[in-house]
């Protein structure tokens, strides 16, 4: 049966080890809801291919020959804006975890996963969310526990906050709007506002200070 590839999920992978790229793209390209647009074993190949424009998620490592991931991410945060990336590698030290997520990264996963957590992982982010392997999700939130000096502003309503808190742990508007029952488009414009008064632009930095805060606390949840 022939699949419609304008309503799958698109996804380029870049790693330079063969086994693990030609493992992920057989793995993901046989699901129904996937199709995997091509592979690279360096950004520096995938910047210059036509694939990216086109795809919905970009799947990469952070030691690259060349321009490594991190710097891949700047690079796509740069140039496509709205294009999700995770990154998945060996790498669960916090300067690795914490420069590709600043960089624009909207998961972090180790290359360990298994292969239904990387494809439920791959679907969460398409769907507005923020996969980590739990280790990495503790590394995040233990981070930011102290709080701000200087942050001051427009307080959160109880709505807000509860949305916040359900960001923290990385679900999709769907399954936010499912725990809090709103629709997406309410989860949207109640995340817009919470943005509007954090005065962040991403999940990851209004998460972040959200903890530094003390608004939220995930990790006792």
Known sequence: MTRKVEKLIKIVIVEDNRYMREGWATILDFEQDFVVMDTFESCEEAFESEAIPKTNIVLMDIELPGMSGI??????QKEHPDLPVIMATVFDDDKNVFDALCAGAVGYLMKKISPEDLKQAIRDAH???????????RKVIKTFHTPSENDEGEQLTERELEILEELAKGKSYAAIGNAVYLSVDGVRYHIRNI????????RSEAVSKGISRRLIHPDNS
């Open 195 to 202: 943005y509007r008064k954090l005065q962040v632009h991403s």
């Open 71 to 76: 710097e891949g991410v700047k690079y796509l």
């Open 127 to 137: 769907d507005g969310g923020s996969p980590m392997t739990p280790n990495i999700a």
